[in-house]
């Protein structure tokens, strides 16, 4: 049981290139996320997918783009990166609990440097 | 004003010392409140969710105070393993998505 496992963890890019992160998840949660994460600013929501088929805007959905290829899959990508993307990502997935709470399991997170 | 703010730390404190952290909240209708710790370069991972009657994990105790809007976490006898930064993370109501703090680090010495 591998959780969720995205790929690759580290990349290394030049200005205009584009590239796709990869998530999948064996939990057979419904939603799906990905975040980055930058010094000082905390986590910050790029789109989520709450099903299969279904995808939504984050709080910095600018320059990427999202795939929910089936319920496994949720892919992330950057069309023509910026040096303002290098950051850390994390996919997560997210099962309710009883209460009513979202609790969000993360992969172990993509570096992307941007040139 | 920030959805959730932190201390950022650092927080130094001695092998076995009690710390405690907090983190406010700006959402009143907010019904979802959790620790989770981040080591260095590595993924969050739940610590633990708090509850309005505050709850307790071992050496770890969490508190809601809905009336200020704030949470807290207490660790006691704190061990070098407990090294790590606490993300306070928030639902927001309105949108049902979780709003992460920026994170309380400590540092626990011998």
């Known amino acids: 049981n591998a959780g969720v496992t995205q790929t690759p963890k580290f990349q290394v890019l030049k200005t205009g290139q584009s590239m796709t992160l990869q998530c999948a998840q064996d939990?057979?949660?419904?939603?799906m996320y990905w975040y980055r994460q930058d010094p000082g600013m905390g986590l910050r929501l790029i789109y989520y997918?709450?099903?299969?088929?279904?995808?939504d805007k984050g709080e910095v959905p600018n320059g990427y783009n999202v795939s929910r290829l089936n319920k496994r899959e949720f892919s992330l990508r950057l069309e023509s990166a910026a040096p303002s993307q290098t950051s850390v990502y994390f996919c997560?997935?997210?099962?309710?609990?009883?209460?009513?709470?979202?609790?969000?399991?993360f992969g172990a997170g993509s570096r992307l440097t941007v040139l | 004003r920030k959805e959730v703010e932190q201390d950022p730390g650092p927080f130094n404190v001695p092998e076995g010392a009690t710390v405690a952290f907090n983190c406010t909240y700006s959402?009143?209708?907010?019904?979802?409140f959790f620790w989770y710790r981040q080591d260095c370069r590595k993924e969050p991972k739940l610590l633990m969710s708090?509850?309005?009657s505050g709850n307790e994990d071992g050496r770890f105790t969490a508190q809601l105070n809905r009336a200020s809007q704030y949470i807290s976490l207490l660790i006691r006898d704190s061990k070098l393993s407990d090294s790590a930064t606490y993300l306070c993370?928030?639902?927001?109501?309105?949108?049902?998505?979780?709003?992460f703090g920026t994170g309380t680090r400590l540092q626990v010495f011998p």
């Open positions: 959402n009143s209708a907010s019904q979802s």
């Open positions: 997560a997935s997210s099962v309710l609990q009883s209460s009513g709470a979202n609790v969000l399991t």
């Open positions: 939990m057979n949660h419904n939603s």
């Open positions: 993370v928030v639902d927001n109501y309105n949108t049902d998505k979780l709003i």
């Open positions: 997918s709450a099903s299969e088929g279904t995808t």
């Open positions: 708090v509850y309005s």
